[in-house]
T-cell receptor
């Protein structure tokens, strides 16, 4: 079945770039997502990329997709303490008509930003 | 404000005592879903609903029930909770053409003793 894997922990210094990596197994994925979960909160959609794209940039966030290797990464430039959170990678397996997507989530990467 | 509202935020209960976690969205979304989050496992789908009176099992439906009598509400029912259902639960909603952008509730932390 579908599987999404990511490392569980990343520690970076404030001001450095963070790179969070993710691999997935479903080659028919249509969208891939990055969600952010702050303590005590739900998941917030950060960005997503369509499977026919290689890269997407949104301010400090850069998403890279290597479809051949089924590898997705999220780069956060100039990482700040407010970026400390759990980041979830997810892929959609569009099983339903009407454009609904079932999301398969990874276990989440805890990003710790230290001075 | 567009949002998904879950209640309660925290709940401690005893084994076997029926409980309901409510979920409501104000975005007129057709699709709603329940997930549970456990350490090291990420989010796993419990049940989903594609519209009123249309529900189906996700990946871990055992021990749970849902209903969708109105478009905005999607309650999660635990008829006889057990300790292995201690978890953090999230409700989410979505609509076609949003790029799969789910809107999540703030979560319900359930402890079954």
């Amino acid at each position: 079945g579908e599987d999404v894997e990511q490392s569980l922990f990343l520690s970076v210094r404030e001001g450095d770039s963070s790179v969070i990596n993710c691999t997935y197994t479903d080659s028919s994925s249509t969208y891939l997502y990055w969600y952010k979960q702050e303590p005590g909160a739900g998941l917030q959609l950060l960005t997503y990329i369509f499977s026919n794209m290689d890269m997407k940039q949104d301010q400090r966030l850069t998403v890279l997709l290597n479809k051949k290797d089924k590898h997705l990464s999220l780069r956060i430039a100039d990482t700040q303490t407010g970026d400390s959170a759990i980041y979830f990678c997810a892929e959609s397996n569009a099983m339903f008509s009407g454009g609904y997507n079932k999301l398969i989530f990874g276990a989440g990467t805890r990003l710790a930003v230290h001075p | 404000e567009a949002q998904v509202t879950q209640n309660p935020r925290y709940l401690i209960t005893v084994t076997g005592k029926k409980l309901t976690v409510t979920c409501s969205q104000n975005m007129n979304h057709e699709y709603m879903s329940w997930y549970r989050q456990d350490p090291g496992l990420g989010l796993r789908q419990i049940y989903y609903s594609m519209n009123v009176e249309v529900t189906d099992k996700g990946d871990v439906p055992e021990g749970y029930k849902v209903s969708r009598k109105e478009k905005r509400n999607f309650p999660l029912i635990l008829e006889s909770p057990s300790p292995n259902q201690t978890s953090l639960y999230f409700c989410a909603s979505s609509s076609p053409g949003t790029g799969g952008g789910y809107t999540f509730g703030s979560g319900t932390r359930l402890t079954v003793v």
